[in-house]
């Protein structure tokens, strides 16, 4: 049920459709890396299997003497085969980046393509554009081969067929060829068996992106708050965390802290679902006046963080005014108008903090003198900051 919510499969009326290999871009880089590593594994099997394969040719074959095309080409496969695995061994990175696992697969397509053909033109000259009982192991080691070698590529469809139409399809046509009821009955085993792995290849890339689907959907949940949908004390602590391991020599990351005044009377008075809709409001506010670049937490409750990577004290001090200037404007519940209040505190690396702790506790004690001048303004009859309630005329 989850693979059918997240990524939908394909009906078998467009097994070979547009819909049934798009890739969603969120997880376009993702797939790439994971289908190099899982044909990665495989490769190596691979590379033997089709030199067993060739020798295992020659020795089905029983014409003498040997035309000397036939022997050339089968020794040219198995030294392109030696050069491969080689090189494949020598230059496959141990931490690949999407780009390297594009290179990768996209040298494989090519190399494949030029192994198939090789194959197929290979065994049609071993069957001498005919099929008997005295030639036959050649178009059932053909199929044997591309058989397996698309079920080492099944997780990268556009190269897993290529076998299947370069060798196995060909074979078909030349065993139709013959207007005879054994070779057609051949024909229809072979096609049957590529059109059953061509369903196999589909299946299992499509269960490829659903679990690629699903745990980025578990990761992103592992990391969002669910009511605003800002990042959580994870991302805070990823981020900040990120940004004091690279700082260089200019501006640190700095983190402003924001808690709101006056909030618990909303829910008091209008329930949680008020208190729930201006959360939501608040958390798009202070999100779109920290700017781009700028990442925005709910810590939990009503308090709220901001981190700014390596920005300036004046251009920090510039979003954290223009974050507090939003709170000027009632937030709305239905026909409610609700005017809340805020405090915030403000740390910036390397001046007021070089770990995350110096940093989170040096903005937690400007956040906490800041909130200590609010109570004394409101003692003194001056409430700028904290929460009114108030029905609007509508």
Known sequence: MAYQQIFPKPSGDHLLSEEAFAVPAEIDDELAVAQYLRIKDQIPWLHVSIAVMVIAGFLADNSEPRVFGEVALGGLLLLAVAIRSFLWKKFSPSAVTPADARKQLGSSFLILLMFSAGATIWTLAEMEHRFSHENMFAPVILVLGALGT????????????????????????????????????????????????????????????????????????????????????????????????????????????????????????????AGDAVLVQVARRIEHAAGEGAVSVRMGGDEFAVIFQSASREEVNARCTEIMSTFAIPFMFESISIRLGASLGFAQAPEQGRTMRELLAAADHALYEMKAEHRAQAASGHRPRIAGLERSAA
């Open 150 to 273: 698309a079920s080492c590529y099944a997780s990268h469809p556009r190269t897993a067929m290529i076998p299947l139409l370069l060798c196995n399809l060909p074979l078909v046509l030349v065993l139709v060829a013959q207007v005879d009821i054994h070779s057609t009955a051949v024909a229809m085993a072979v096609l049957m068996i590529s059109l059953l792995q061509t369903r196999l290849i589909v299946g299992r890339y499509q269960e490829m992106l659903a679990n690629l689907m699903l745990n980025r959907a578990t990761r992103l949940s592992a990391r969002t708050d669910p009511l605003t949908g800002l990042g959580n004390r994870l991302v805070l602590s990823e981020t900040l965390g990120d940004g004091l391991h690279a700082m260089g020599t200019g501006p640190g990351p700095s983190v402003a802290l924001i808690d709101l005044d006056g909030f618990k009377p909303v829910n008091d008075q209008h329930g949680h679902a």
